[in-house]
């Protein structure tokens, strides 16, 4: 690590602070707060929509900003407003679809707008309550700027879906990526990751990479787990993550964030 005590700390939320049953326990709200108390900066760096926020800006004293939708997206915790996008373009989104579905078949498709709406197409299944969530066909998915694309397959692990669909498409023409292991491929303007955004986030403190500790579990953090000064994965990661960070700490059930946090921020 370039700093004995990291000025800002960025942490993934869902599988490295959140446990397995939802809930963000006490002790690594706590140490969260000891971080932002020895005077370090702390941004959630997080796939999640901004409306699945609400309870992260709660539970965080709605203090500070959120890097959201991989990167697409800044959201202000204070306000809960969105205040930052890097959308990715209608005729993009439009083209890639094409694309992935012609190779890929069997693909249902969803998206997350950049006002934080979902919608998805009748052969898309969501894995999660989608209660006034848009059902339609592409042509009106697709006719406004997204902060994601998402691409679900009921028949590919998500690790099998991205190397298909890195086959087909650039990283010159979209940034994909997953967060989880059940066939959903999450899908950003080119060049949008959570590295790019969270860079751009801590270079407002005065801050660069180095004075950074990340946090992370998934794929999509691998971007800001390399960027970072150091970089730490919770136990339960996947397995590419856990080959190329700094530190490996405890599970998030185990509240393994909260172990490094308390070492380096609680007072000797």
Same mark, same amino acid.
Request: hydrophobic share 45%; charged share 20%; aromatic share 4%.
């Given at each position: !690590?370039?700093?004995?005590?990291?000025?800002?700390?960025?942490?993934?939320?869902?599988?490295?602070?959140?446990?397995?049953?939802?809930?963000?326990?006490?002790?690594?709200?706590?140490?969260?707060?000891?971080?932002?108390?020895?005077?370090?900066?702390?941004?959630?760096?997080?796939?999640?929509?901004?409306?699945?926020?609400?309870?992260?800006?709660?539970?965080?004293?709605?203090?500070?900003?959120?890097?959201?939708?991989?990167?697409?997206?800044?959201?202000?915790?204070?306000?809960?407003?969105?205040?930052?996008?890097?959308?990715?373009?209608?005729?993009?989104?439009?083209? @890639?679809?094409?694309? @992935?579905?012609?190779?890929?078949?069997?693909?249902?498709?969803?998206?997350?707008?950049?006002?934080?709406?979902?919608?998805?197409?009748?052969?898309?299944?969501?894995?999660?309550?989608?209660?006034?969530?848009?059902?339609?066909?592409?042509?009106?998915?697709?006719?406004?700027?997204?902060?994601?694309?998402?691409?679900?397959?009921?028949?590919?692990?998500?690790?099998? @879906?991205?190397?298909?669909?890195?086959?087909?498409?650039?990283?010159?023409?979209?940034? !994909?990526?997953?967060?989880?292991?059940?066939?959903?491929?999450?899908?950003?303007?080119?060049?949008?990751?959570?590295?790019?955004?969270?860079?751009?986030?801590?270079?407002?403190?005065?801050?660069?990479?180095?004075?950074?500790?990340?946090?992370?579990?998934?794929?999509?953090?691998?971007? !800001?787990?390399?960027?970072?000064?150091?970089?730490?994965?919770?136990?339960?990661?996947?397995?590419?993550?856990?080959?190329?960070?700094?530190?490996?700490?405890?599970?998030?059930?185990?509240?393994?964030?909260?172990?490094?946090?308390?070492?380096?921020?609680?007072?000797?």
């Amino acid at each position: !690590m370039t700093a004995l005590v990291p000025a800002v700390v960025a942490t993934d939320l869902d599988g490295t602070i959140v446990r397995s049953d939802g809930t963000i326990s006490s002790r690594t709200r706590d140490a969260l707060g000891l971080a932002s108390g020895a005077g370090a900066a702390v941004v959630v760096v997080t796939g999640r929509p901004p409306r699945w926020m609400h309870d992260v800006a709660a539970q965080t004293g709605h203090h500070g900003l959120a890097v959201c939708a991989n990167g697409a997206l800044v959201y202000d915790l204070r306000t809960e407003t969105i205040v930052e996008a890097h959308p990715l373009g209608v005729d993009v989104a439009r083209a @890639l679809v094409e694309s @992935l579905r012609t190779a890929i078949p069997g693909l249902g498709f969803a998206v997350e707008t950049v006002e934080s709406e979902f919608g998805h197409e009748p052969a898309y299944r969501p894995r999660w309550s989608t209660d006034g969530a848009l059902v339609a066909d592409l042509e009106t998915l697709l006719s406004r700027p997204l902060a994601k694309l998402l691409a679900r397959h009921e028949n590919l692990d998500s690790d099998e @879906l991205l190397a298909q669909a890195r086959a087909v498409v650039d990283e010159a023409t979209a940034t !994909m990526t997953h967060s989880s292991r059940d066939g959903l491929l999450e899908i950003s303007a080119a060049g949008i990751s959570k590295a790019t955004t969270l860079a751009e986030v801590v270079a407002r403190t005065g801050h660069d990479a180095a004075d950074v500790i990340a946090f992370g579990d998934m794929p999509n953090d691998l971007p !800001m787990l390399a960027w970072a000064g150091h970089s730490v994965a919770v136990a339960n990661a996947h397995e590419e993550v856990l080959a190329v960070v700094d530190e490996v700490t405890s599970s998030n059930d185990d509240d393994g964030v909260a172990a490094v946090l308390e070492r380096l921020y609680r007072p000797s």
